[in-house]
């Protein structure tokens, strides 16, 4: 009895630390814009959008062990949804945003088709192959998209009479959406299906053992993860109003794989991941025209030398600098294994 | 005696040619305790992966509690009740001891389609892992890893993972290898402890662990069916002898 | 009727390119179960230290020999940087896309932005008479390289001790550890060659396929699909694909230009419905 009041508490006071830094990260950037210029604010909306992108493809690659190269297809359906509807058809922001995440549901059910016998390098070939093709025929078919030109004339969005357009309300938007997919990612995280989808990362044999439908879990994935994508997508052809064939190219794809790795870690780390992609994107650029080979050295450096990510070297950073919290935290929970231990004697006893 | 519950008739498999079983038939009751004996490459694990669904007969018919399942997939197996642990320990590293069996439990309850709610706030299913947990000893281990937790233990585990299912019939592949002499006597009572109504069918090296568990015995040699009866006909029966149980059982004390 | 034998001709002449360009990349793929995404970047290496050498007097075969040298050098820099990522996918990714900038990059500092326009050798100028049509002597010329080295390659895997090793690698790559392969020196083998012969393909191709910045993700692509067409760790079905995705891009190009690079999509999707492993390979883990 009191044994389980104990492990309650303790699960209450990890729930509580782990609530406490995303609550402090999201008011912060709550509260960031009135130290900001425009132009700032403007960059910062950039990021989160960044950061939306990298959150949905850690749901594929972090969660279900599936390393895409195509991701950008996603991002580049919602994005080219609201430039298409926006430059043949003047549409508004409501059905550009349908149409941007059901072309994004539709594409991740095709490709899912493709890949859903491929693992690992397989997938890797599949995913980028499609998402190129797709990117060729942004480059390649003007009379519709216009080529490497890309498609302009996206109007201010508004819904219901509401403009959202101007630079800072756009961003406290994007804010609440990210806000949104953080919680989203994870509750999904946490149930039943984020744990299977971790569980056919980890051993396909087992769950298909135990009675589930891997290629249909995996194919869910890739849908929800694309959906999401795409919302970033939609997000970010308002918020540049403008789409050009880079949001589908090979590059954004790896920059959201930079994203995920650089972050590690469950939802925030890939979150923080995309918000630090999406700042060199912006900074090394206006300093440097060398910034393609910065971000290269970048993705070899990380790959050499970070792989767990940020949040794997603030885990060893944190066990290194604060060895007593740790043997604090390690105290509490010895405190609740010794009774689990006389639990099982006495099972153990009755069964002898 | 008591309905089959595992029906094989006509079974073939061959891989580019080389025929690996050929036709196999047997028929396993409810409740009872089969084993598979046979050297290697005699056929054993394959018969386990057709059985199961991770490979497709190329003939023959497999009936699960009177049902043909011969052309399902492997998780529709499962789902009537099929379930099975793997030569070679099949579990999720880096998912914790009690994370891995609740994934059991939430997928026979067909749950691994919500994408909201704590998997891990789920009494009912919580409750039932610990009682598995427990009756396994390794409830002291729940919060590991699994890939910190030692053989032996992922060993249980791999059992406890086919339990996690409703299963009605359980395919053990070899549930002792790799594990010492003295382990894989623990593993013995553990298997005796499995509910009566549960139809078990296993391979395994370890004669000491075979001959304390099965009731009758099916001898495999070169895909084909050498013979069938209780471990003491098996014993007995010079052909067995010399083809198989000599050397091996002579190995397996020795091991 | 010209025409048509005419257009079989240039899909084929460009297929031999993308055969010179995918033979490495399906190797890689074979042995290391690797994606390397630098494949590209060697295609455009070759063609621009060719460009490059040629533009400075240097002698064209020279230039060509040189072009190879160099991208094998190149390869075996990928290679030794990829030799701490173990066998984890993402780090692989991340590691050749790196790199794959840091070659663009640099080929747009050295070379600069605009197309490269490669030199052919004078005696491979003009047309020849074949009987029906006249032909580019050039366009032969790539079909012969391309079958010579087909040729070569096939000597190699089924009649040298190192390539009957490579193909137990390919095949097995646990097995082949057991009977005393040393997996690692000939992973390390079949990149720098593959590497070289991807230099060579943009030495000899980029005069067909062009040298430009973004050149790499092109090819890259073109060598993707014909590796998933084909199937992975296979020579024979490197060239299988590469015949195929040279037809169906050729044609593609003549009658719907447009819709050339998405014709790409139309064939993975067929071969990867109708056939998963691809025409000769099997699936890859």
Redo the contacts between chains.
């Keep these: 009895m009191s044994n389980s009041v104990s492990s309650t508490l303790v699960s209450l006071r990890l729930r509580g630390a782990k609530l406490v830094a995303p609550v402090l990260g999201f008011g912060a950037l709550a509260m960031i814009p009135y130290a900001l210029t425009l132009n700032e604010i403007h960059l910062l909306s950039a990021m989160l959008i960044f950061g939306i992108f990298a959150m949905s493809l850690n749901l594929l690659?972090g969660f279900g062990g599936m390393?895409s190269?195509g991701h950008a297809l996603f991002f580049g359906a919602g994005a080219y949804a609201v430039g298409l509807l926006s430059f043949h058809r003047d549409s508004g922001f409501a059905l550009s945003l349908l149409v941007g995440l059901a072309a994004a549901a539709l594409l991740a059910l095709v490709v899912g088709?493709?890949v859903r016998?491929?693992?690992?390098?397989?997938y890797?070939?599949?995913t980028?192959?499609?998402s190129?093709?797709?990117?060729?025929?942004a480059t390649?078919?003007?009379?519709v998209t216009n080529g490497d030109d890309g498609l302009f004339g996206i109007s201010s969005p508004s819904i219901l009479g509401w403009d959202f357009g101007s630079t800072v309300t756009y961003y406290y938007v994007v804010l609440v959406v990210v806000a949104g997919v953080f919680v989203l990612l994870t509750?999904?995280s946490?149930?039943?299906?984020?744990?299977?989808l971790?569980?056919v990362?980890?051993?396909e044999?087992?769950?298909?053992?135990?009675?589930?439908?891997?290629d249909r879990?995996r194919h869910?994935a890739l849908v929800?993860s694309a959906v999401i994508a795409s919302l970033g997508g939609v997000l970010y052809a308002y918020q540049e109003r403008y789409v050009g064939p880079d949001v589908l190219?090979?590059?954004t794809s790896?920059d959201g794989?930079?994203a995920?790795?650089l972050g590690g870690g469950a939802v925030a780390g890939p979150l923080v991941g995309g918000l630090v992609v999406g700042l060199l994107e912006d900074v090394v650029g206006s300093y440097t025209d060398?910034y393609?080979?910065i971000?290269?050295?970048?993705?070899?450096?990380?790959?050499?030398f970070l792989?767990r990510g940020l949040a794997g070297l603030a885990q060893s950073l944190g066990d290194t600098v604060r060895p007593r919290r740790r043997a604090a935290e390690q105290a509490i929970?010895q405190r609740v294994?010794p009774a689990?231990?006389e639990?099982?004697e006495t099972?153990?006893a009755h069964?002898g | 005696m008591a309905e089959p519950v595992l029906e094989v008739s006509g079974l073939s498999k061959s891989f580019g040619g080389i025929s690996v079983l050929s036709d196999v038939g047997f028929s396993v009751a409810r409740g009872e305790r089969r084993g598979i004996i046979g050297p290697n490459g005699a056929g054993k694990t394959t018969l386990f992966n057709v059985l199961?669904?991770?490979l497709p007969a190329d003939a023959g018919t497999v009936r699960l509690c009177g049902s043909d399942v011969t052309t399902l997939?492997?998780?529709?197996r499962?789902?009537m009740g099929l379930?099975?642990t793997?030569q070679i320990v099949?579990?999720?590293?880096?998912?914790t001891v009690e994370?891995?069996v609740?994934?059991?439990l939430?997928?026979?309850n067909?749950?691994?389609?919500?994408?909201?709610?704590?998997?891990?706030?789920?009494r009912g299913l919580v409750e039932r892992s610990r009682e598995l947990l427990?009756?396994a000893?390794l409830?002291?281990l729940?919060?590991h890893k699994v890939k910190a937790i030692a053989y032996g233990h992922r060993r249980v585990l791999e059992i406890v993972?086919?339990l996690?299912?409703r299963a009605r019939v359980l395919l053990l592949d070899e549930p002792a290898a790799g594990l010492s002499g003295e382990e894989s006597l623990r593993m013995i009572?553990l298997l005796e402890?499995l509910d009566r109504d549960l139809t078990i069918v296993l391979i395994e090296h370890d004669m000491d662990v075979m001959f304390n568990t099965v009731d009758r015995l099916l001898v495999l040699d070169h895909g084909t069916i050498l013979l069938e009866g209780t471990p003491e006909e098996v014993r007995s029966s010079d052909l067995v002898r010399e083809r198989y149980l000599g050397t091996q059982h002579a190995a397996g004390a020795g091991s | 009727m010209d025409y048509w034998i005419a257009l079989l001709l240039n899909a084929i002449s460009f297929g031999m390119v993308l055969f010179l360009l995918s033979a490495g990349l399906t190797l890689t793929?074979g042995t290391m179960?690797?994606?390397n995404?630098t494949h590209g970047s060697f295609f455009l290496v070759g063609a621009y230290v060719t460009f490059e050498l040629e533009r400075h007097g240097v002698d064209l075969a020279l230039a060509w020999g040189a072009a190879v040298l160099a991208t094998a050098l190149c390869g075996a820099v990928v290679f030794v940087?990829l030799r701490?990522?173990g066998e984890?996918?993402?780090?692989?990714?991340?590691?050749t896309?790196?790199?794959?900038?840091?070659i663009?990059?640099?080929a747009?500092?050295i070379v600069g932005g605009d197309p490269a326009i490669l030199p052919r050798p004078g005696f491979l100028e003009g047309t020849l008479d074949l009987g029906l049509l006249d032909y580019p002597k050039y366009r032969l010329f790539l079909v012969a390289v391309g079958l010579g080295m087909a040729g070569l390659l096939f000597w190699f895997q089924y009649r040298t001790r190192a390539g009957m090793m490579l193909r137990a690698v390919v095949d097995d790559p646990e097995m082949a550890r057991g009977v005393g392969i040393n997996p690692t020196v000939l992973a390390a083998v079949t990149f720098v060659v593959g590497a070289g012969i991807a230099g060579l393909s943009g030495a000899l191709g980029g005069v067909l396929l062009g040298a430009f910045p973004g050149v790499d993700?092109q090819v890259?692509?073109f060598a993707?699909?014909v590796?998933?067409v084909g199937g992975?760790g296979s020579i024979g079905g490197a060239l299988a694909g590469s015949v195929v995705i040279g037809l169906v891009n050729t044609v593609t190009i003549a009658f719907a230009?447009?819709?050339?690079?998405?014709s790409?999509?139309g064939v993975?999707?067929a071969i990867?419905?109708l056939r998963?492993q691809g025409i000769a390979g099997k699936?890859?883990?």
């Design positions: 690659v390393a190269l088709f493709l016998r491929a693992r690992g390098t397989a890797l070939m599949i980028l192959a499609a190129q093709v797709f990117w060729g025929l390649q078919w003007k009379a509750a999904i946490r149930s039943p299906f984020g744990y299977v971790r569980g990362r980890d051993n044999q087992r769950m298909r053992a135990v009675g589930v439908d891997v879990i869910l929800i190219a090979a590059t790896g794989l930079l995920v790795a060398r393609l080979m971000l290269g050295i970048l993705f070899v450096l990380v790959a050499i792989p929970e294994e689990q231990a639990v099982t099972e153990g069964h | 199961s669904g991770y997939p492997a998780h529709r499962a789902r379930g099975r793997f099949a579990l999720c590293d880096e998912l994370e891995n609740l994934l059991g939430v997928a026979s067909r749950g691994e389609w919500r994408l909201l709610g704590s998997l891990r706030g789920r427990s009756e000893g409830i002291d729940r919060e993972m086919a996690t299912s009572p402890r | 793929l179960r690797l994606l995404l940087l701490p990522t984890d996918h993402l780090r692989q990714t991340l590691l896309f790196g790199v794959l900038f840091v663009a990059d640099a747009l500092v993700l890259l692509l993707l699909v590796v998933i992975a230009p447009g819709l050339a690079l998405f790409m999509f993975m999707l990867l419905t998963p699936a890859l883990a």
